[in-house]
């Protein structure tokens, strides 16, 4: 609904729910205001029951960033980022999204570039990068996208 998908659903569902976040091209109805300077977007469908409930909750798409300041490390309790809580309008929390001790899970989502057709591109490595690059190559016959 807010991306177009040129890619096989059976792929969506090889990634996705997951650490993986895929850059598609935007539709119409996603409001212009979310990345207004690009026309693609990252859709991500995280393997968490509590964000999971909160989507379906939602009656549209939810426009979220990591709760951290940009190049730290991706915090995974809200007493992580406890600092930025005065900033906020609302702090909820659902649990840890990882196992804290885990440096893996700090990486964040794996992010990859679907746009091009029969190509992909690496975006951000993150946790996920060998299993998403396996799918996307030999399940799927994709090609890296050369710089």
Request: include cysteine; glycine fraction near 8%; hydrophobic fraction near 35%.
């Amino acid at each position: 609904r807010y991306c177009h998908v040129n890619v096989p659903e059976e792929l969506l569902r090889d990634l996705l729910p997951g650490p993986v976040t895929l850059v598609l091209e935007r539709s119409e109805e996603l409001n212009k205001d979310l990345n207004p300077f690009t026309s693609l977007v990252g859709v991500r469908i995280p393997d968490h029951p509590f964000m999971r409930d909160l989507a379906r909750a939602c009656p549209g798409p939810l426009a979220l960033t990591s709760a951290n300041i940009s190049s730290q490390g991706s915090t995974l309790s809200v007493l992580e980022f406890q600092d930025l809580w005065p900033q906020l309008s609302l702090v909820v929390d659902g649990g840890p999204i990882g196992d804290i001790q885990s440096p893996e899970c700090r990486l964040g989502s794996t992010v990859v570039d679907l746009s091009v057709s029969g190509k992909f591109s690496i975006i951000r490595p993150g946790c996920a990068l060998t299993p998403t690059v396996e799918i996307l190559k030999k399940k799927y016959g994709l090609e890296p996208e050369s710089s």
